[in-house]
């Protein structure tokens, strides 16, 4: 375990559906993000809270509508998603936006739209 | 923006043989430069990185190197083991804080026994 945890490990879903993926840290991080992975592209970034105000929001669609309650936790709440929504979604934290330590990732959570 | 190239995409070796994976990086301006290594059903840990204001940092049989002028950093795995087989991310940022990083998409190794 990295400290930081992501559930579920495997969502399915259909494009009606409503559904959220959970991250939690107990690292003391105050800043966390979301990146999507898909298969051979690079890691995108989508949303980065710093001590709970989020702080990016890269041009994601708004069926993706993240929360961050407190600076342990992190949401995605997703709905109306659609089929090249399928990927890893991983979490990760950082101690904050300005200490250069790297980030520690979440194993993530392999969501399929059918 | 930052863009971050990575190559090759797949690197097959024989254990035992040394293995390069090589970035290039757009902004002259990005001085933090981590390598993560993912492997299967796992996120990406964090392996080694390095600041600009060094050339080299080792750490056992790994190894980074930076050369600015070009823009341009490489990860070198020495005695290659089979565990190492992964893919291997690097990553840039232009802040000292060493966040908001953008990766390279990323370099699947495979070590033969």
């Known amino acids: 375990e990295t400290g930081v945890t992501q559930t579920p490990r495997h969502l399915v879903m259909g494009m009606t559906n409503k559904k959220s993926l959970k991250c939690e840290q107990h690292?003391?991080?105050?800043?966390m993000y979301w990146y999507k992975q898909s298969a051979k592209k690079p890691l995108e970034l989508m949303f980065v809270?710093?001590?709970?105000?989020?702080?990016e929001n890269n041009s994601v669609p708004s069926r993706f509508s993240p929360e961050c309650p407190n600076s342990s936790h992190l949401f995605l709440h997703l709905h109306t998603l659609q089929p090249e929504d399928s990927a890893l979604y991983l979490c990760?934290?950082?101690?904050?936006?300005?200490?250069?330590?790297?980030?520690?990732f979440g194993s993530g959570t392999r969501l399929t739209v059918v | 923006g930052e863009n971050v190239e990575q190559h090759p995409s797949t690197l097959s070796v024989q254990e035992g043989d040394s293995a390069v994976i090589k970035c290039t990086y757009s902004?002259?301006?990005?001085?933090?430069f981590p390598w993560y290594k993912q492997e299967l059903g796992k996120g990406p840990q964090l392996i080694i990185d390095?600041?600009?204001?060094?050339g080299e940092k080792k750490d056992q049989r790994i190894a980074v190197t930076l050369n600015k002028t070009a823009k341009h950093f490489s990860l070198h795995i020495t005695e290659t083991q089979p565990e190492d087989s992964a893919v291997y991310f690097c990553?840039?940022?232009?802040?000292?804080?060493?966040?908001?990083?953008?990766f390279g998409g990323g370099t699947r190794l495979m070590v033969k026994p």
């Open positions: 902004d002259s301006a990005s001085n933090y």
């Open positions: 690292l003391g991080h105050n800043a």
């Open positions: 390095i600041r600009s204001n060094v």
């Open positions: 990553a840039a940022s232009r802040d000292n804080a060493g966040n908001m990083l953008t």
């Open positions: 809270y710093n001590f709970k105000e989020q702080t």
């Open positions: 990760a934290s950082s101690q904050d936006l300005w200490t250069g330590r790297g980030y520690t």
